[in-house]
């Protein structure tokens, strides 16, 4: 079975800087989808960002970018120029690519994001 | 396009009694999941269902849970009997098929409390 590991359980950056948050992941799969989640108070769960497995090239959302190191199997992701509206739960969320495999999201316990003015 | 509707917002329920969360789902989308968030954890997978259809269960709990996604109206999540253990937010997300890569849409969720 497929697992997600954050190991940051919170982080804290000051506005303007840059933060990055750690995701690793373990799965014997070739073909699957990553993705970053947003949660804040409202509770709302937001996509930020996805990468597709086979695509080399690390995936970007203006503010947001990821390092996608796929033999490490890690999945990090960049918040440049932090604004207070980026606190939040930061989830990362595995899904197989796999023709018949689980259509499933697997999730990290999260990583709470305090921004400081 | 209203998005993923789940209502109650929130629930109240008294041990013993019944939940009933209900998940519509944005327009034009046929795949319905559900998902369980307990304090202070990610979320984990419950149910996916298609119309009429309970594709994959895996992540429900063998007793007191059951979901539906009828030809016609909302998605419906119900726990009989519940317990102090059920408490915790329950999300409702939605695709416009399988096999979605871009990510599915979710609902603002259900924070159910047993009291």
């Known amino acids: 079975a497929q697992t997600v590991t954050q190991s940051q359980p919170e982080m804290s950056v000051q506005e303007a800087e840059t933060v990055t948050l750690s995701c690793t992941y373990d799965?014997?799969?070739?073909?699957?989808?990553l993705f970053w989640y947003k949660q804040p108070p409202s509770r709302q769960m937001i996509l930020v960002i996805r990468q597709e497995a086979y695509k080399q090239q690390n995936a970007t959302e203006n503010r947001f970018s990821v390092n996608f190191q796929k033999a490490a199997k890690s999945f990090s992701l960049k918040i440049s120029d932090s604004q207070l509206g980026d606190a939040a739960m930061y989830f990362c969320a595995y899904r197989s690519g796999t023709q018949g495999g689980s259509e499933k999201l697997v999730f990290g316990k999260g990583t709470k994001l305090t921004v400081n003015p | 396009n209203a998005g993923v509707m789940q209502n109650p917002r929130h629930l109240v329920r008294r041990r013993g009694q019944e939940a009933r969360l209900r998940c519509s789902p944005m327009k034009g989308h046929s795949h319905v999941y559900w998902y369980r968030q307990l304090p202070e954890e990610g979320l984990k997978f419950m149910v996916y269902l298609q119309k009429e259809n309970i594709i994959d269960e895996s992540g429900m709990p063998k007793e007191r849970f059951s979901a539906e996604f009828p030809k016609e109206g909302p998605s419906i999540l119900r726990i009989q009997q519940v317990v102090r253990g059920d408490s915790a937010a329950y999300f409702c997300?939605?695709?416009?098929?399988?096999?979605?890569?871009?990510?599915?849409?979710f609902g603002s969720g259900t924070r159910l409390t047993v009291v």
């Open positions: 799965t014997s799969e070739s073909d699957y989808y």
């Open positions: 997300a939605s695709s416009p098929r399988g096999r979605e890569g871009r990510g599915y849409t």
